[in-house]
């Protein structure tokens, strides 16, 4: 199970870490994936980063801005986004999988409900 929290609204240019906290024992073998999705658009990949912390890969939208870290003691990754652009504006969701998915949402076999990110200009 995983579990999103830290969003909320925020102004253009500044910032939010979310977080994602997950249930089982087994986390550190899961690649990790936040995506997002705007009302009336289809689920975009934001970043993703591996079981171990040494590859992180990130969308062009928000290279640059948002850094995605993970630790495996307390089971949880986070997504920090700085700079932020009412374009941003999305529910946020992890996801974990046990291969090296990236931005293939099939290859997901867990979800969590997802957070509000809502960005004023």
């Known amino acids: 199970q995983l579990l999103e929290s830290g969003g909320g609204l925020v102004q253009a240019g500044g910032s939010l870490r979310l977080s994602c906290a997950a249930s089982?024992?087994?986390?550190?073998?899961?690649?990790m994936g936040w995506f997002r999705q705007a009302p009336g658009k289809e689920r975009e990949f934001v970043g993703t980063?591996?079981?171990?912390?040494?590859?992180?890969i990130y969308a062009d939208s928000v290279k640059g801005r948002s850094t995605i870290s993970r630790d495996n003691a307390k089971n949880t990754v986070y997504l920090q986004m700085n700079n932020l652009k009412p374009e941003d504006t999305a529910v946020y969701y992890c996801?974990?999988?046990?291969?090296?998915?990236?931005?293939?949402?099939?290859?997901?076999?867990?979800w969590g409900q997802g957070t509000q990110v809502s960005v004023s200009s």
């Open positions: 996801a974990a999988s046990l291969i090296w998915a990236v931005n293939d949402t099939r290859r997901y076999m867990h």
């Open positions: 089982g024992r087994a986390f550190g073998s899961y690649a």
């Open positions: 980063i591996s079981a171990r912390s040494d590859t992180t």
